[in-house]
Structure formats: structure tokens, C-alpha cells
């Protein structure tokens, strides 16, 4: 029972929010998706368009997609310019406030998801 209820803490521990998702795509300081992505397919002259737009992502990938592509794009596309955000091995050119540091924590990577998640057409 034990090994349960700690089970279903760690989860919760992680769970995405899907609000604090959604303004952490939206902060151009943080996460840095809108400089690459926009968020529909008809664009927004503030919002990125070297990267594929994010509407209907959700009927791409699953949850755990989306989460491993964020986290290390280079598994999928050795020559990607996306950046790794959840991993420092092989980086150049580092600001030293950054070096060994992932750009996202665990929680923020859950909340992305779990925005993501929610765009579908």
C-alpha cells in the first residue's frame, strides 16, 4: 500500500498544468517555442515560422511524443535546430549562468505537454 500511495504522489508531482503550459509557450523568455513555432497554421506576424505551427500537434504525437522531441529533438533529427531542453550534453557556445543547466526543470516540460497536448483541430 505503501509503495502505492507513493506511486500516485510521484505522478501527481509531475502532472502537467495545462495553464502554466500555456503561458510558458506563450513566454518568449522562458521557452523560446514562439520564436520557431506559431501556434496556427495561418501564422502571426510575433510568432515564429522556421518550425512547424503547433494547432493539431496533439493529433500528431502522443504525450510522450511531444515530451521527447522537446526534451532532446536531436534523438529524432541529428541536425535539428531545435534545442535540447531537458538536456546539456553536446551544447557549444554556452552562457556560463547556463553551463550544465537544462533550460526547462522536469515540472515545466510536464506543463508543455500538457498544454500541447490540448491543441487539436
Not at 513566454?27 to 506559431?38: E, F, G, N, P, Y
Not at 510522450?64 to 526534451?71: C, S, W
Not at 538536456?87 to 500538457?114: F, H, M, N
Request: net charge neutral; charged share 20%.
Amino acid at each position: 500500500m505503501r509503495a502505492l500511495l507513493a506511486l500516485v504522489l510521484t505522478a501527481s508531482a509531475h502532472a502537467g498544468d495545462v495553464e502554466r503550459g500555456r503561458a510558458l509557450v506563450a513566454d518568449r523568455t522562458q521557452s523560446l517555442c514562439l520564436l520557431c513555432h506559431a501556434l496556427t497554421a495561418s501564422g502571426d506576424a510575433n510568432q515564429g515560422n522556421l518550425a512547424p505551427p503547433l494547432d493539431a500537434v496533439a493529433t500528431r504525437l502522443n504525450a510522450q511524443g511531444l515530451r521527447d522531441r522537446i526534451a532532446d529533438m536531436r534523438r529524432f533529427n541529428p541536425s535539428t535546430v531545435m534545442p535540447p531542453f531537458r538536456s546539456t550534453e553536446g551544447l557549444r557556445d554556452v552562457a556560463p549562468a547556463w553551463a550544465g543547466r537544462a533550460a526547462l526543470t522536469e515540472q515545466q516540460l510536464d506543463d508543455i505537454v500538457a498544454y500541447l497536448g490540448t491543441l487539436a483541430k
